[in-house]
């Protein structure tokens, strides 16, 4: 390993399985859910709210907030409930107790952390900085959510992290969100659906559409088309998975940063969303946004993806167009160059590439950047979160994976004016695995997904064994020597 001084900080970041959250817990089988809500139905009132009393009893304190889903899961199955007669508050809440389950959602794993300014630094003292650092956490099933953790840098580097709540709380999902009519056309097209039905539906629509305008528009082809051709159903089911893989999320500004979890939401993220790579970008107006790539999973195929959000309270997450939108690892770097957005990317699983668009949600014409030089990297390379930028060049972190599928973390030095130009990478392994870090849910492992410079030093946040995340610190005056050298 290089002889670059690391400081390690005495911050551990480890599963907690006591952070649960309320999930549908619906049987597949119509049978089974009126089977279920014949047993609840026929309790009498006092038989229901006695084991209402004890559920409660035994789960309340668990939750910020416990009748909300309730009463969501008890909506998800009132099309099977047979009786017409009103039924109570607490009867309804225990037929949606019925159809519950708590999910430990970082169970297995919290890691592949990535940090970035707080979006408010009232209060810091000078040379200080309080930080926002998103996790992987992983719970039962390999199902991958989005966590969240704040703290602050003293004007000396030390690191410390505010208190964690034991609770969990998923935001509100936004029923009639917005849309933008360019972009929607381009991602149908790619998908292969640039025909007649695809037109007669979004030449109706504005230029900005909501999901219950195009709904309306779905609903008129559906009754105007007669015969309904398989090519048509096809056509609009895409839409409709199109439309349900961009939408928006609300946290209420009173839950605190560790209490607000971004859990999966559409069909290509259902079995995750892993190593959300947050960098803060700043336009050449001076205005910031927030922006996260990460890979949607849905048990088969992954589909890189976007989150944009200005206060980590409102966000859009939104599909990404062009050819270039493939495999895994893309990362923003944090401003313009020469007009244009710049990402790095890992399109044929082994290289780094860097590509240039006008549009941060479309990209393509990549061009390899790095190609694996070293044994410790020689299966393949990519990027460690967004380039930092410094007087030097552009700071890239890189992980490499070698031999025995170990993974090390490496960085590059790209020129300023011209990302596509490397000045130097280094020969050896910044960090890798070691001692009891290389024990885990995947051994043998170190990963981060973005650091940030704090005056002279590098915060580096990183994983050890996808199990669980600390935090080092490198001098960058002694990293960029090593890149130069």
């Not at 940090?115 to 810091?124: F, K, L, R, W, Y």
Request: aromatic share 8%.
């Amino acid at each position: 390993m290089t002889t670059i001084p690391i400081r390690r900080h005495d911050v551990t970041l480890v599963p907690q399985s006591d952070r649960v959250l309320i999930r549908p817990f619906i049987p597949s089988s119509v049978h089974r859910i009126t089977t279920i809500l014949g047993r609840v139905l026929a309790l009498s009132e006092e038989e229901a709210l006695h084991d209402l009393e004890s559920m409660l009893g035994e789960f309340a304190s668990r939750h910020l907030d416990i009748e909300s889903p309730l009463l969501a899961n008890y909506e998800r199955v009132l099309p099977h409930i047979f009786t017409h007669r009103p039924l109570t508050h607490a009867r309804k809440l225990l037929i949606g107790a019925m159809f519950s389950g708590e999910y430990a959602l970082e169970s297995a794993a919290l890691f592949n952390p990535s940090i970035v300014p707080h979006p408010d630094q009232e209060g810091v003292a000078a040379g200080g900085l309080r930080f926002i650092m998103s996790l992987r956490a992983t719970g039962e099933g390999h199902i991958s959510s989005i966590e969240f953790r704040t703290g602050l840098i003293d004007p000396e580097g030390a690191v410390q992290l505010d208190p964690i709540s034991r609770f969990v709380t998923l935001p509100l999902l936004n029923p009639n969100p917005s849309y933008k009519k360019l972009p929607f056309i381009v991602k149908l097209h790619e998908m292969g659906f640039n025909n007649g039905n695809a037109a007669s539906v979004m030449d109706s629509l504005g230029d900005s559409f909501t999901r219950s305008d195009l709904n309306r528009c779905v609903l008129r082809i559906r009754r105007e088309t007669r015969p309904i051709t398989q090519d048509l159903n096809n056509t609009l089911r895409c839409i409709q998975w199109l439309a349900d893989s961009n939408y928006e999320l609300h946290f209420s500004p009173k839950l605190a940063m560790s209490e607000r979890i971004i859990f999966p939401v559409s069909t290509n993220e259902s079995h995750g969303i892993e190593d959300a790579r947050f960098v803060r970008l700043v336009e050449d107006d001076g205005s910031a946004m927030y922006y996260a790539t990460y890979t949607a999973y849905n048990g088969h195929a992954i589909l890189p993806q976007l989150i944009e959000t200005k206060d980590f309270l409102h966000y859009r997450i939104l599909t990404l167009n062009g050819s270039a939108v493939q495999n895994k690892g893309m990362a923003l770097f944090p401003r313009r160059i020469d007009g244009n957005y710049v990402m790095l990317s890992r399109q044929d699983d082994e290289n780094l590439f860097i590509m240039f668009s006008d549009n941060p949600h479309h990209w393509s014409d990549s061009t390899v950047l790095l190609r694996p030089a070293q044994m410790w990297e020689s299966v393949k390379i990519g990027n460690c979160g967004s380039p930092i930028e410094t007087e030097a060049g552009w700071l890239v972190l890189t992980h490499g994976v070698g031999p025995m599928r170990r993974y090390c973390i490496g960085a590059a030095l790209l020129d300023l004016h011209d990302p596509t130009k490397v000045i130097g990478r280094l020969r050896e392994p910044l960090l890798e695995p070691e001692g009891t870090g290389r024990e885990g849910y995947v051994p043998n492992v170190v990963y981060s997904c973005g650091s940030l410079l704090h005056g002279r030093d590098l915060i580096l946040p990183f994983a050890m064994s996808d199990k669980v995340s600390t935090i080092a610190s490198v001098p960058l005056d002694d990293l960029l020597a090593a890149l130069q050298a």
